[in-house]
């Protein structure tokens, strides 16, 4: 079985884990580019992201703190962070 952390965070994960962790907004369509639209934009609030950080933490292995997750305003700036700590843990 391959290390979950050579594998890269994409946006299919992301929309995946969303759905799973915190629903889907009635009005938001995470099928469309939504790569820059905010999360309050898609009907994700806070609590909402720290659900969904918690679900990624867990299946990915990698940390995310409270302001990791709230600094994170659109899906394109959480997917680069997550990379990140995926790299970093990919070398430490």
Same mark, same amino acid.
């Given at each position: 079985m391959s290390d979950i $952390? !050579? !594998?890269r965070f994409t946006l299919t994960d992301l929309q995946r884990i969303l759905l799973e962790a915190a629903g889907a907004d009635e009005t938001a369509d995470l099928d469309g580019d939504i790569l820059d639209t905010t999360f309050a934009g898609l009907g994700y609030e806070s609590l909402a992201l720290l659900? $969904?950080?918690g679900?990624?933490?867990r299946e990915?292995?990698?940390?995310l +703190? +409270?302001?990791t997750l709230t600094d994170a305003l659109t899906p394109r700036e959480l997917i680069h962070t997550v990379n990140e700590r995926l790299a970093a843990a990919r070398v430490a």
């Open positions: $952390t !050579q !594998q659900e $969904t950080g679900c990624i933490e990915y292995g990698i940390a +703190d +409270d302001d």
